[in-house]
């Protein structure tokens, strides 16, 4: 039996929402590393809010169909992965750990400071648009509590007198 194999562009534009060049290069790209197109679900979302910061309901048909899924499956992925973001954030997304061993060492007060500095609370963004403070079940860094990670970058131990210079550096 003979598979035809569709490339990304010949995809049609879905509700709206295309995927850019880059984006689909990407995609594409993590296509080849897995036999089977569910496997490429979360390097596929990624690549969207790469670009654009978030994953918009109208991306998630297109996405859907370029990896060979159904969109429903991919919406179960997309909601499942606390880091797919489904509306739009900050420039900087800041993320709390919430765990057990956090909130044994400090977790309360960090996140007290957090919401007094920043002005809002989980799940909001400050008014310019620079920060989104978020909940997050763990950071893999349980000796080093309480933790917070802004982006890619980890801190921790931190303590509530450390918020404002960790803040200072994300413009």
């Given amino acids: 039996m003979s598979q035809t194999v569709m490339k990304l562009a010949d995809l049609p534009k879905l509700q709206g929402f295309a995927l850019s060049d880059d984006e689909r290069h990407e995609i594409e790209h993590a296509l080849g590393h897995y036999p089977d ?6 390097d596929a979302l990624k690549a969207v809010q790469k670009r654009r910061g978030w994953v918009p309901d109208e991306a998630i048909p297109e996405i859907a169909a370029a990896i060979g899924i159904t969109a429903a499956e991919l919406e179960g992925v997309a909601t499942f992965y606390s ?3 489904r509306r739009p954030v900050g420039r900087h ?3 709390v750990c919430d765990s057990i061993s956090c909130h044994l060492t400090g977790y309360d007060e960090l996140k ?4 007094k500095q920043l002005g809002i609370q989980y799940g ?3 008014s310019d648009q620079r920060f989104t403070l978020l ?4 950071l893999g860094a349980c000796d080093r509590g309480a933790t ?3 982006d890619d970058d980890l801190f921790g131990p931190v303590e509530p007198a450390d918020v404002s210079k ?6």
């Fill in 37 to 42: 197109g569910r496997a490429a679900s979360i």
């Fill in 83 to 85: 880091l797919i973001f």
């Fill in 93 to 95: 997304v800041i993320k």
């Fill in 112 to 115: 007290g400071e957090l919401v």
């Fill in 124 to 126: 909001q963004t400050t």
């Fill in 135 to 138: 909940p997050i079940c763990c």
């Fill in 148 to 150: 917070m990670m802004i």
């Fill in 166 to 171: 960790i803040l200072g550096q994300y413009a």
